[in-house]
């Protein structure tokens, strides 16, 4: 049924290609919609214009104005029909056009949709996915981080993705989940990174934090842009000879507190590093589970590497300040490591 | 106003309709009254609700529908749930918190649904977001072929929320199969409408969707059917949304606690004599539909069957403290088995067959990387230029049976109501 055309459209050949972290986003797209009717996209500028990131370029074209639907300037009507469409079984993908404006849809996500199966049974498979992050000079409304007010919220899950394999297994995955998922996509990623992607169908559980690099000194546990940041901040520490374990949570609802405490246990420091804020940031709950179950294996205190606790500024200076970096990182995991 | 319901629809409604009419509004009444008594018995948890002299909204409207269309009621829409098919003990033991009740007992009172069998949404306590939600429902049910219809209901002091706009105005840029009743009962807890909204009418709210708006007498059940019925049809023949205003009063306070005594005696007295069961108790009689024996008949049913109904509920038990625990995601097919129900071919879907003319091309569209690179022909509701070419009436009597909906309202409403159909078709 896809043709010369889908296939071109697919933009994935034999084998392992190497692949932006957005285009991984547009193939699990692409390919979800391809393989179940039931998916549809929601958007504003999603259909002609491709999406502001042409994130679903060639969306509309492949599937109709019925599958790929430019709505109004209305996150919470675009969240709402999402709910309603996902009662008669189908799965919609909602984008933010920016993750900044998922909060105008605020109600309609932690009221509505995230209580439905726990209170009369009605499960909403939904996925609400857009750009999210800083590094991009974007301002302070074009560069949020607003993952902690869901992840705060039972009822929903929270992706947050660092490579194109794990955006599009981890997308792929979401579509599939019978759960509201919340897929937050760093903007800074996407096309400065590439990597490897399989061509054949695959998915990533949910829920499951990954080993980037192995170490025996600390723990760094860390997620989204800061995953690539931390990555670089260990080969500088390895350099004065700490081993510092990486891991990338990759979901932060539901946490995967197994990955974590295991690597804690053998390494017995933590250092929690995000671009989110710092205060009610996860490296907080962490820090609190650490507390609770792990706390006589621990020989330091857990540490926060974040944003300053502030709107996320625009000035190169200023924003440069307010973000985490591999000096900053590599600074607090070195003293960690030494205490 | 006119105080008395006259014959509005010669043909449609049969007498077995006209007296089903009659028994879910008194059901209605029946069951709050019942609840009333349990509330005074400190067997409500929480608060209690009443839709007391609005019965003829929720009966009339959702009446108008058919089995397979969706329903999203709202706090005083009791009697839409009955129509429905929900059993008076399920309300009563939703608002007792009770471990048989269908969300038991992890929500209260109108506040449960019904997604397989009587396709019933769940309202949450924040205004207005059932509508983008019944409009999601019904571009849903129109993708995959189902023909359905849905409706919601808003307040006067629900209207005004963000979330209407967007939801009706999304409905409309969608020409969604969605009916909007608008119960105007002149009260949003202690302030009044006209401190609210600067309009005689709230069906004008309409005309910033470029929709169709009816607004009829909420106290005459015969009305409400017949402008809901009709409204659900142009919906259904693909017309787009429609708002219907139904004018009526709370008679009670916002909820049990609040005796409302900031109403004016004068308002309070004018409606309670405007009684939309006495009125139509007085249409029946005139139309030799109902005697003294079938009034006894239907007491008797009601009697009989709410005496078993709040048994069964009172000696439901009280959830055990642990089914706090767990249900809070759906864990998959042995949870939940989500599959949409295809009434169309789905070849038709992939690649779309779409059944809506081309409005413009987009010359070398997607010449970008990853597609085709032709000219793609978009597909994205209607222009004013496609409406234009439309029959002017698009074979359907809309202008002429709109005139039943408004024959009891006053004079003002009726012009509006004239002009916001005219309006509509253009």
Not at chain 1, 287 to 300: Q, W
Not at chain 2, 175 to 196: C, D, G, M
């Amino acid at each position: 049924m896809a043709g010369a055309n889908g296939a071109a459209t697919n933009g994935s050949v034999s084998g392992e290609a190497q692949i932006t972290f957005l285009e991984a986003i547009r193939q699990a797209m692409f390919e979800e919609m391809e393989r179940d009717p039931a998916v549809l996209l929601m958007g504003e500028d999603v259909g002609v214009y491709g999406g502001a990131f042409k994130t679903s370029e060639g969306l509309l074209e492949r599937f109709g104005w019925e599958r790929v639907i430019d709505t109004p300037i209305s996150e919470s009507a675009i969240i709402g029909a999402a709910c309603g469409m996902s009662y008669l079984g189908l799965r919609p993908i909602c984008e933010m056009q920016f993750i900044d404006f998922i909060v105008c849809a605020f109600n309609q996500i932690t009221n509505f949709v995230a209580k439905g199966h726990y209170l009369w049974n009605a499960p909403a498979p939904i996925v609400i996915r857009g750009p999210s992050g800083g590094g991009v000079h974007g301002g302070p409304f074009h560069s949020a981080n607003p993952e902690m007010y869901f992840v705060h919220t039972p009822g929903l899950k929270v992706i947050y993705p660092s490579t194109p394999y794990d955006a599009k297994g981890l997308l792929k995955a979401a579509v599939r989940d019978n759960n509201p998922v919340l897929f937050f996509e760093h903007k800074f990623l996407y096309r400065r990174i590439k990597g490897e992607v399989p061509a054949e169908d695959y998915t990533v559980p949910i829920g499951k934090a990954v080993v980037r690099r192995e170490g025996r000194h600390l723990t760094i546990l860390s997620y989204a842009a800061m995953m690539h940041t931390s990555l670089e901040a260990a080969d500088a520490l390895a350099k004065e000879g700490i081993e510092a374990e990486v891991i990338d949570l990759r979901t932060l609802l539901p946490l995967d507190e197994e990955t974590i405490l295991n690597s804690v246990k053998k390494t017995s420091k933590c250092l929690v590093v995000h671009e989110d804020t710092k205060t009610g940031g996860i490296a907080g709950e962490i820090a609190a589970l650490l507390c609770e179950k792990a706390f006589s294996d621990l020989d330091g205190p857990v540490l926060r590497m974040t944003s300053l606790d502030s709107p996320v500024p625009y000035a190169p200076t200023l924003e440069e300040h307010f973000l985490p970096n591999a000096k900053k990182i590599f600074s607090a995991a070195k003293e960690l490591a030494r205490y | 106003m006119g105080a008395g319901i006259t014959k509005q629809m010669p043909t449609e409604l049969t007498r077995e309709k006209y007296l089903a009419l009659y028994y879910y509004m008194r059901l209605n009444r029946a069951v709050e009254d019942t609840m009333v008594k349990l509330f005074r018995q400190n067997k409500i948890v929480g608060g209690l609700y009443s839709s007391l002299g609005q019965e003829a909204i929720s009966v009339g409207t959702c009446y108008a529908l058919e089995k397979k269309d969706w329903i999203a009621p709202m706090i005083r829409n009791i009697g839409a749930l009955l129509v429905k098919g929900v059993p008076p003990r399920d309300i009563f033991m939703q608002h007792m918190a009770k471990y048989d009740s269908p969300t038991k007992g992890r929500d209260g009172t109108s506040h449960f649904g019904d997604l397989e069998n009587l396709r019933i949404v769940s309202p949450i306590s924040m205004l207005g977001d059932l509508i983008p939600v019944m409009t999601g429902v019904a571009i849903g049910g129109r993708y995959l072929g189902q023909k359905i219809v849905t409706m919601t209901w808003i307040g006067d002091g629900g209207s005004s929320t963000g979330v209407f706009h967007e939801g009706l105005n999304f409905a409309a840029a969608q020409k969604a199969p969605f009916v909007l009743i608008l119960e105007n009962n002149l009260w949003a807890y202690s302030t009044p409408v006209r401190r609210q909204v600067p309009l005689e009418n709230l069906a004008d709210r309409a005309k910033a969707y470029g929709i169709d708006s009816y607004i009829v007498d909420g106290n005459n059940v015969v009305a409400v059917y017949n402008a809901a019925r009709e409204a659900v049809e142009r919906a259904r023949a693909g017309e787009g949304p429609i708002l219907i205003e139904a004018k009526t009063f709370r008679r009670l306070g916002h909820a049990q606690h609040d005796p409302a005594e900031y109403v004016p005696k004068e308002m309070r007295a004018y409606w309670e004599a405007r009684d939309p069961i006495a009125l139509y108790e007085k249409f029946l009689t005139a139309e030799k539909l109902l005697d003294a024996a079938g009034k006894k008949a239907i007491d008797d049913k009601l009697d009989t069957l709410l005496a078993a109904e709040r048994e069964f509920a009172e000696n439901s038990p009280m959830p055990p403290a642990e089914f706090a625990e767990g249900g809070v995601y759906c864990t998959g097919d042995d949870c939940h088995k989500i599959r949409a129900k295809w009434e169309r071919p789905i070849a038709e879907v992939t690649p779309p067959k779409s059944s809506v003319k081309a409005v413009w091309n987009v010359p070398g569209f997607g010449s970008g990387k990853g597609s085709g690179g032709a000219d793609a022909p978009i597909h994205f509701g209607d222009t004013p230029q496609l409406v234009a070419e439309r029959p002017a009436n698009n074979g359907r009597p809309g202008k002429a049976a709109a005139k039943p909906a408004t024959r009891n309202t006053p004079k003002k409403a009726k012009a509006a109501a004239a002009s916001a159909s005219r309006k509509g078709r253009r």
